[in-house]
């Protein structure tokens, strides 16, 4: 099945849908709440050219949520750059959303403009892929692709600073990834004050501490957060230990605790040896580092890493075997704690490093990606050891770089067959030992499905729009996502293809001759001959490869060089009757026709009954 879009003429399409009662209109005095009410068709001044530029904020969404995106028209004139009389109406259209409410269905409406401005909030409905919102008036048209994509997994990495006083006021700044407001951040069960939300990152107040700390001692305790409370995909996460409260009296800046960020690789063999840098923060020589189980250091167990090197910032250490005396840390996650021997503060980081070679995908950056464009794509998890082969959604991706909890890709450009997105897991597979995992139903958490997003093709019009039919001439159509190879028909004959970019294609109008007609009478004379007529066809760009194609119904209009009335012509004049038989005294002498025509009063000059002369 292919897939494509037909448009109407602008002034034709406009006339039917509100015929239908297909645009809902916007009061001009609001034009960021559009009213389902009639409205008078697009206007401005007529024939005039105008720049259409449509910005979203923001330029993603995900797929069912009920955050919105503001969609923001402005449009100036192409000749003087100022914006069209206020009240002036635009055509907006979605291929994808609901515009105005969650669940409105409204995919097209018109906004009245107020100094050339108007907006409305785009809700991302239950279908993924890419929403093409187009902006027209009159002739003049804008365009803009935003992604709806699948809801991001949220997670929490770290706090920064991880200590504070146990009264509490400390900003700290909680990071992670997928966060969507509303949300919630506790310590040890008690509410933070949320100061700022990003994407990746809460900034927060540390409530006070829900115990005493006696001096000299710490107390760890739990950071969690959950997002998009309340809603149908809330979801939290939680970090062991994420902060630690330090007794009140002490100063600021008195205590070097140690934080570990990030382990680099985050797996290793059971036996161990694997060179292992701990970035973090709080790291003073002499340091001890253990690889085992728990969460309070006092009662932590496990096995001692040999430590190669200490700065504030990183540790380098080699990993003790799995098994060591009273531990067996075979094929398994393992917590790390880090002790500054000097001070004897210490600091545990939970699921820290794995054991063995499973290998896990936790995450996929980014998931999506145009089928054309050979972006980098990132693979995070752990148990990655090169060599490695990864493959997204089927096909081999080229290896950029690879370390025990990243790897680095080059995507591949696939084959699209009838307009349909490329979609399946990802996989990683260390090639030495075998071990493996996919993305949607692997060993690790769930990640959503690769996708290579097959982009429809937007014709926007043909400059000029008409021209004859008898000759070949040079027109320029203009657009979008025009990817080569391509196909374009006038009608249902091929243009010739001279240039092409992803916005614009150089053509060559095909020859034309099957030119509607109509009756004529040019003479008068009652009978009616044909006449051809301008005929308008329909435009089609077909990208050859995805077998995206998109069509303008009538966009173009070939005129013909003939334009006479054929066959106006009607049947010759009967020949005139001679006057020696009309039955007219023509000479007035008072004889009438030849004898044989007129016996009783013939008149002697007509010679015989066909004589034209009666005279002579």
Same mark, same amino acid.
């Given at each position: 099945?292919?897939?494509?879009?037909?448009?109407?003429?602008?002034?034709?399409?406009?006339?039917?849908?509100?015929?239908?009662?297909?645009?809902?209109?916007?009061? +001009?005095? +609001?034009?960021?709440?559009?009213?389902?009410?009639?409205?008078?068709?697009?206007?401005?001044?007529?024939?005039?050219?105008?720049? =259409?530029?449509?910005?979203?904020? !923001?330029?993603?969404?995900?797929?069912?949520?009920?955050?919105?995106?503001?969609?923001?028209?402005?449009?100036?004139?192409?000749?003087?750059?100022?914006?069209?009389?206020?009240?002036?109406?635009?055509?907006?259209?979605?291929?994808? #959303?609901?515009?105005?409410?969650?669940?409105?269905?409204?995919?097209?409406?018109?906004?009245?403009?107020?100094?050339?401005?108007?907006?409305?909030?785009?809700?991302?409905?239950?279908? %993924?892929?890419?929403?093409?919102?187009?902006?027209?008036?009159?002739?003049?048209? #804008?365009?803009?692709?935003?992604?709806?994509?699948?809801?991001?997994?949220?997670?929490?990495?770290?706090?920064?600073?991880?200590?504070?006083?146990?009264?509490?006021?400390?900003?700290?700044?909680?990071?992670?990834?997928?966060?969507?407001?509303?949300?919630?951040?506790?310590?040890?069960?008690?509410?933070?004050?949320?100061?700022?939300?990003?994407?990746?990152?809460?900034?927060?107040?540390?409530?006070?501490?829900?115990?005493?700390?006696?001096?000299?001692?710490?107390?760890?305790?739990?950071?969690?957060?959950?997002?998009?409370?309340?809603?149908?995909?809330?979801?939290?996460?939680?970090?062991? @230990?994420?902060?630690?409260?330090?007794?009140?009296?002490?100063?600021?800046?008195?205590?070097?605790?140690?934080?570990?960020?990030?382990?680099?690789?985050?797996?290793?063999?059971?036996?161990?040896?694997?060179?292992?840098?701990?970035?973090?923060?709080?790291?003073?020589?002499?340091?001890?580092?253990?690889?085992?189980?728990?969460?309070?250091?006092?009662?932590?167990?496990?096995?001692?890493? /040999?430590?190669?090197?200490?700065?504030?910032?990183?540790?380098?250490?080699?990993?003790?075997?799995?098994?060591?005396?009273?531990?067996?840390?075979? @094929?398994?996650?393992?917590?790390?704690?880090?002790?500054?021997?000097?001070?004897?503060?210490?600091?545990?980081?939970?699921?820290?490093?794995?054991?063995?070679?499973?290998?896990?995908?936790?995450?996929?950056? !980014?998931?999506?990606?145009?089928?054309?464009?050979?972006?980098?794509?990132?693979?995070?998890? %752990?148990?990655?050891?090169?060599?490695?082969?990864?493959?997204?959604?089927?096909?081999?991706?080229?290896?950029?770089?690879?370390?025990?909890?990243?790897?680095?890709?080059?995507?591949?450009?696939?084959?699209?067959?009838?307009?349909?997105?490329?979609?399946?897991?990802?996989?990683?597979?260390?090639?030495?030992?075998?071990?493996?995992?996919?993305?949607?139903?692997?060993?690790?958490?769930?990640?959503?499905?690769?996708?290579?997003?097959?982009?429809?093709?937007?014709?926007?019009?043909?400059?000029?729009?008409?021209?004859?039919?008898?000759?070949?001439?040079?027109?320029?159509?203009?657009?979008?996502?025009?990817?080569?190879?391509?196909?374009?028909?006038?009608?249902?004959?091929?243009?010739? =293809?001279?240039?092409?970019?992803?916005?614009?294609?150089?053509?060559?109008?095909?020859?034309?001759?099957?030119?509607?007609?109509?009756?004529?009478?040019?003479?008068?004379?009652?009978?009616?001959?044909?006449?051809?007529?301008?005929?308008?066809?329909?435009?089609?760009?077909?990208?050859?490869?995805?077998?995206?194609?998109?069509?303008?119904?009538?966009?173009?209009?070939? /005129?013909?060089?003939?334009? +006479?009335?054929?066959?106006?012509?009607?049947?010759?004049?009967?020949?005139?009757?001679?006057?020696?038989?009309?039955?007219?005294?023509?000479?007035?002498?008072?004889?009438?026709?030849? =004898?044989?025509?007129?016996?009783?009063?013939?008149?002697?000059?007509?010679?015989?009954?066909?004589?034209?002369?009666?005279?002579?």
């Amino acid at each position: 099945m292919k897939f494509y879009r037909t448009h109407r003429l602008p002034l034709l399409a406009l006339a039917l849908v509100l015929a239908l009662g297909g645009f809902a209109g916007c009061s +001009s005095d +609001s034009p960021s709440e559009p009213q389902q009410q009639p409205v008078p068709p697009p206007g401005g001044a007529q024939g005039a050219a105008f720049n =259409i530029t449509i910005t979203a904020t !923001p330029d993603q969404l995900q797929v069912g949520s009920t955050t919105p995106s503001t969609i923001k028209v402005s449009v100036r004139r192409t000749d003087n750059g100022q914006p069209p009389a206020n009240g002036t109406t635009v055509g907006l259209t979605t291929t994808l #959303g609901d515009m105005q409410t969650p669940g409105s269905g409204i995919q097209s409406l018109l906004l009245s403009l107020l100094n050339g401005d108007a907006q409305v909030l785009l809700y991302p409905g239950s279908v %993924q892929g890419g929403a093409v919102i187009r902006a027209q008036l009159q002739n003049s048209i #804008g365009q803009f692709n935003l992604a709806i994509g699948e809801v991001a997994t949220f997670f929490l990495s770290f706090v920064t600073p991880n200590t504070g006083s146990q009264q509490g006021g400390e900003v700290v700044e909680v990071t992670g990834g997928g966060i969507e407001e509303p949300v919630r951040v506790t310590f040890d069960g008690t509410p933070a004050q949320i100061l700022s939300v990003n994407s990746d990152r809460i900034r927060v107040m540390t409530p006070p501490s829900s115990a005493q700390v006696p001096t000299g001692t710490t107390r760890p305790v739990n950071v969690q957060a959950t997002v998009r409370l309340n809603s149908a995909d809330q979801a939290s996460d939680a970090l062991a @230990n994420g902060f630690i409260y330090l007794p009140a009296s002490t100063p600021p800046g008195g205590v070097q605790q140690p934080q570990v960020f990030s382990v680099t690789p985050a797996s290793g063999p059971n036996e161990g040896g694997t060179e292992v840098t701990l970035q973090g923060t709080g790291f003073q020589s002499p340091v001890q580092v253990f690889f085992g189980a728990g969460t309070d250091p006092n009662s932590f167990t496990g096995v001692e890493a /040999t430590v190669l090197s200490v700065t504030a910032s990183q540790l380098v250490v080699r990993t003790p075997a799995a098994t060591g005396i009273g531990q067996s840390n075979n @094929n398994s996650t393992v917590n790390i704690l880090v002790r500054n021997l000097g001070t004897g503060f210490a600091g545990v980081t939970s699921s820290a490093f794995t054991y063995g070679s499973q290998v896990i995908i936790t995450a996929v950056e !980014p998931n999506q990606i145009p089928y054309n464009s050979r972006d980098l794509v990132t693979i995070f998890g %752990q148990g990655f050891s090169q060599p490695v082969t990864v493959n997204l959604a089927g096909l081999q991706a080229d290896i950029v770089s690879v370390t025990g909890t990243e790897i680095l890709v080059r995507a591949p450009i696939p084959a699209i067959a009838n307009c349909a997105d490329v979609v399946g897991n990802v996989q990683v597979v260390n090639i030495n030992t075998g071990d493996s995992d996919t993305t949607n139903g692997g060993a690790g958490p769930q990640v959503a499905d690769f996708r290579y997003r097959a982009f429809m093709p937007t014709i926007f019009g043909v400059s000029p729009p008409s021209g004859p039919g008898a000759v070949s001439t040079a027109r320029t159509i203009s657009g979008t996502a025009f990817e080569e190879p391509v196909r374009v028909l006038f009608g249902e004959a091929a243009a010739g =293809i001279t240039a092409t970019s992803t916005s614009s294609i150089s053509v060559t109008t095909p020859l034309f001759s099957s030119f509607d007609e109509e009756a004529c009478d040019d003479d008068g004379d009652g009978t009616q001959g044909m006449r051809f007529v301008n005929t308008a066809v329909d435009v089609q760009v077909t990208n050859l490869l995805t077998e995206c194609e998109d069509t303008v119904t009538g966009g173009y209009t070939f /005129t013909p060089s003939d334009l +006479s009335c054929r066959g106006d012509a009607g049947p010759p004049d009967p020949p005139a009757t001679p006057e020696c038989s009309d039955g007219i005294d023509n000479d007035g002498d008072g004889f009438v026709d030849h =004898i044989s025509i007129n016996p009783f009063n013939p008149d002697p000059e007509c010679a015989g009954p066909n004589d034209d002369d009666e005279s002579a």
